[in-house]
C-alpha cells in the first residue's frame, strides 16, 4: 500500500467482507471467548481460510446473527409470513 492509498482508507475506510477474530467477535459485539464457544456449537460459522489466515464472512456472521433466539425464546422470522 502506498502513501496516498493509506491516507485515502484514513478518510474513507474501506468496508471488508472478512473479519478476523477478533473483529467478528467486535461486531458481534461479545467478547472473543464467547465467541469462540458459539463457533465450536455451531451458533456462528466457522472461518474461511486464505493460506494460514482464518477469517469470517461478515454474510455468513448476519445469517448466523438472523437465526439466534429473541429474549422471549421465539426465533427471529425473515419473510412476511412471519409478521
Given at each position: 500500500?502506498?502513501?496516498?492509498?493509506?491516507?485515502?482508507?484514513?478518510v474513507?475506510?474501506?468496508?471488508?467482507?472478512l473479519?478476523?477474530?477478533?473483529?467478528?467477535?467486535?461486531?458481534l459485539?461479545?467478547?472473543?471467548?464467547?465467541?469462540?464457544?458459539?463457533v465450536?456449537?455451531?451458533?456462528?460459522?466457522?472461518?474461511?481460510r486464505?493460506?494460514?489466515?482464518?477469517?469470517?464472512?461478515?454474510?455468513?456472521?448476519?445469517l448466523?446473527?438472523?437465526?439466534?433466539?429473541?429474549?422471549?425464546?421465539?426465533?427471529?422470522?425473515t419473510?412476511?409470513?412471519?409478521?
Open positions: 500500500m502506498n502513501a496516498r492509498s493509506a491516507s485515502l482508507s484514513a474513507r475506510p474501506i468496508p471488508r467482507r473479519l478476523s477474530r477478533v473483529e467478528a467477535a467486535m461486531y459485539g461479545i467478547g472473543e471467548t464467547k465467541f469462540d464457544a458459539m465450536l456449537d455451531g451458533r456462528m460459522p466457522k472461518p474461511r486464505i493460506d494460514g489466515r482464518r477469517l469470517w464472512d461478515i454474510r455468513h456472521l448476519d448466523a446473527i438472523d437465526q439466534l433466539p429473541m429474549e422471549d425464546g421465539d426465533s427471529t422470522g419473510s412476511w409470513d412471519d409478521a
